[in-house]
């Protein structure tokens, strides 16, 4: 409850900041584009988890002007890292109903190849709301820029629904690689490849997973085993 009245102010007061995970490529662990994560650094009560202030932005609808803010912020600093990187930024339900969101899309993107943006939507935005979501991502998908369905397998996405979607990548969520059951992760990435999806795999942190998934044929990962996120700078000091 503390939080929710703090929420308008912090953003007025600039304390949200975006780190940056890295996401590499498997098969030589390159790094090839980092995710954008927000968070909330409060004056008292230090650094704060997306997962304590997202849901509060998202029953308030402070995340639109907060998604908004993050996909300027993260353009920009794709801007800063140079034309060899890709950006993920993720997207809330709240903000794919607003319409102003291709509009703002255009703008973030102005002066960049847009394939090197990838906007991550989670499978219940998709399912929450056909019509409408399915319009947008059309819309956002005419301006060039790439699309991701996040935390793969935590829903209830009809594989049929699956293949209509306009989108180009499947991050696959990490408790696919908690589970340990080799059989369930070869077959979601190939569920990825027989769709022609780029695949990701999160939350890889062990060598023997990035082995598995790199036989596998899957083609990115992320984790704590490459890096955890990173502060803008320690990003772009990873690169440089
Ligand atoms: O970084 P961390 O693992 O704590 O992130 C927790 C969750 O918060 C993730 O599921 C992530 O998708 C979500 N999240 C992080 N940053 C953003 C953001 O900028 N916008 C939205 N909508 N969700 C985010
Ligand atoms: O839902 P989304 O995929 O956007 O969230 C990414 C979240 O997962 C971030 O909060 C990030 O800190 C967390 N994360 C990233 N890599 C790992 C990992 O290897 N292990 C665990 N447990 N969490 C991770
Ligand atoms: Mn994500
Ligand atoms: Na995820």
Not at 73 to 84: F, I, M, P, Q, V
Not at 98 to 123: K, M, N, W
Not at 152 to 165: A, I, N, P, V
Not at 193 to 214: C, F, K, N, S, Y
Request: hydrophobic fraction near 45%; charge should be negative; aromatic fraction near 6%.
């Amino acid at each position: 409850l503390e939080l929710r009245t703090d929420l308008q102010r912090a953003i007025d007061a600039g304390e949200l900041e975006l780190h940056y995970q890295p996401v590499v490529r498997l098969v030589d662990g390159a790094t090839t584009g980092f995710e954008a994560l927000m968070r909330w650094r409060h004056p008292e009560r230090g650094l704060i988890s997306p997962a304590d202030f997202i849901p509060i932005a998202e029953e308030t609808g402070l995340i639109v002007p907060m998604g908004r803010w993050a996909l300027l912020e993260a353009t920009s600093h794709l801007r800063a890292l140079g034309s060899l990187y890709r950006m993920n930024v993720n997207l809330s339900a709240k903000q794919l109903q607003d319409p102003e969101l291709v509009y703002d899309v255009r703008a973030a993107i102005e002066g960049i190849d847009p394939r090197r943006l990838t906007l991550e939507l989670t499978e219940s935005i998709v399912m929450e709301d056909t019509g409408h979501a399915v319009a947008q991502l059309t819309a956002l998908k005419a301006l060039g820029v790439r699309l991701a369905l996040d935390d793969f397998g935590t829903g209830y996405s009809s594989l049929g629904y699956l293949s209509r979607l306009p989108v180009d990548v499947l991050k696959l969520d990490r408790t696919f690689l908690a589970c340990d059951e080799p059989n369930l992760i070869a077959a979601v990435v190939g569920l990825g490849q027989a769709l022609a999806l780029d695949v990701v795999a999160e939350g890889i942190e062990e060598e023997e997973q990035w082995r598995t998934l790199r036989e596998l044929g899957c083609h990115y990962g992320q984790g704590f085993l490459f890096s955890k996120p990173l502060s803008a700078a320690d990003s772009l000091a990873a690169v440089h």
